[in-house]
Every structure is written in structure tokens, then in C-alpha cells.
Nanobody
Framework: QVQLVESGGGLVQPGGSLRLSCAAS????????MGWYRQAPGRQRELVAH???????NYADSVKGRFTASRDIAKKTVYLQMNSLNLEDTGVYSC??????????WGQGTQVTVSS
């Protein structure tokens, strides 16, 4: 089993920044992929950022240029730096990981609220 624990969410004004963290119970370099997803009220969960085992990342069009995913393998943690936040970025942000057997693991999520 892989346990993932997100942190760093909160209330921020439009234009502000937050950095989310996702701490894993295993070596994140052993996971095939890791991703950040978000779910806004009344909407389906959507992929925000995706990172492969070799560290390559890609992003949803809506966050390109504003969000940056990174990782610290020694700390078994992935991050999501979110800048220039807007109202549409509000939602529950969750981290996931897929292992070499194709099993998917999820964290419990962290709430991000962008409001003036």
C-alpha cells in the first residue's frame, strides 16, 4: 500500500500563491506516475499536473504557466506551486500515484479556496 498525505491548502486572494505538498510512504521514484488533480464543487475531478517516473511533467491548459509540479525524492514528496490563482482554481486538490502494477493510490485531498 502507498499512503499519500496532502497539505498546504487554504484560503488565498485572487492573484495569490500557494504551495501544496504530497508526502508519500514509499520512494516516489519507484512509482510510474504521480499526479495532482482537483475537483471543484459540482464538477468532475480533473487532472492538473502529471509527472512521470523520470520527472517529466505536463499540465492542464488552464494552469500552464501558473502551476509548477516538482519533487524531492529524498523527502518522498511532490509539490505543486500555484501562482496567479484565480476563482476557477478553487477546489479540493488531491495527489495520486500509480505503481508498477498499475495500482492507483489517492491522498485525502486538501481544500484550496480562492476568494476576495
Amino acid at each position: 500500500q502507498v499512503q499519500l498525505v496532502e497539505s498546504g491548502g487554504g484560503l488565498v486572494q485572487p492573484g495569490g500563491s500557494l504551495r501544496l505538498s504530497c508526502a508519500a510512504s514509499v520512494n516516489i521514484g519507484s512509482l510510474n506516475t504521480m499526479g495532482w488533480y482537483r475537483q471543484a464543487p459540482g464538477r468532475q475531478r480533473e487532472l492538473v499536473a502529471h509527472m512521470t517516473r523520470d520527472g517529466a511533467t505536463n499540465y492542464a491548459d488552464s494552469v500552464k504557466g501558473r502551476f509548477t509540479a516538482s519533487r524531492d525524492i529524498a523527502k518522498k514528496t511532490v509539490y505543486l506551486q500555484m501562482n496567479s490563482l484565480n476563482l476557477e482554481d478553487t477546489g479540493v486538490y488531491s495527489c495520486n500515484g500509480v505503481d508498477v502494477f498499475g495500482r492507483t493510490f489517492w491522498g485525502q485531498g486538501t481544500q484550496v479556496t480562492v476568494s476576495s
